[in-house]
């Protein structure tokens, strides 16, 4: 998503290419035969992996439309600084849908926390603008908007909601902003969807488990 959302904000045209769950095609192990896994983005039949690498080479190449990172060296750090927050966060935690109450719960009780952290971050971050990158979305608010999606699914699941207009209403007010932004709205995936998905990532986590 966050590839996407870059590109689409730098009105550039692709050709998106999807994967197949449970399988790894040619092209991707050829492209990225380190990890093995996606985004991708192949630019001039050069492959450049890692999503948030990808956003800032995305950033880089296409310099002529709306700026992505910021043009201050020290706001450029803090947006990577909390871009890195997320996914070291985030990723390690979503979805929490294992099987085991307590590890459930206790994954549910960390993404809150970072949430917290969040909506303390978007408050300095953004200077009082609708973004976390200010006027226009930015580094950070592609980093975490691409979360938005789970968030919303652990909440049908789960019953969950880690966006809450009491804990954190800036960053509800922040979710609808971005989430309707013209660049994200068609990239977001509806929540039932990923609810499907994890439920083929549980049964995939079980099979895993049985023959441990």
């Not at 985004?39 to 310099?63: A, G, R």
């Not at 929490?96 to 970072?114: I, M």
């Not at 953004?126 to 975490?144: P, Q």
Request: glycine share 6%; aromatic share 10%; with cysteine.
């Amino acid at each position: 998503m966050r590839p996407r959302i870059a590109l689409n904000i730098k009105s550039v045209e692709y050709e998106f290419i999807e994967e197949q769950f449970g399988s790894k095609s040619d092209l991707l192990l050829k492209s990225n035969p380190v990890h093995k896994k996606i985004p991708i983005l192949l630019h001039s039949d050069k492959p450049i992996c890692e999503s948030n690498i990808i956003v800032e080479y995305i950033d880089e190449v296409w310099s002529s439309g709306p700026s992505i990172l910021p043009a201050d060296a020290h706001d450029r750090a803090v947006a990577r600084f909390w871009a890195a927050y997320i996914d070291e966060k985030v990723q390690s935690f979503y979805p929490p849908f294992s099987t085991n109450e307590e590890e459930k719960n206790a994954a549910v009780d960390q993404l809150r926390e970072v949430v917290l952290q969040m909506e303390g971050a978007y408050g300095e971050v953004s200077r009082g603008e609708d973004f976390f990158g200010g006027e226009k979305i930015g580094f950070v608010d592609i980093a975490f908007g691409s979360m938005l999606g789970w968030a919303r699914a652990i909440q049908v699941m789960a019953g969950v909601k880690l966006l809450d207009e009491e804990k954190t209403p800036g960053l509800v007010k922040w979710a609808e902003k971005f989430s309707a932004d013209p660049a994200v709205k068609d990239v977001l995936p509806e929540a039932e969807k990923l609810v499907e998905f994890s439920k083929l990532l549980s049964a995939k986590f079980k099979t895993a488990a049985a023959s441990s």
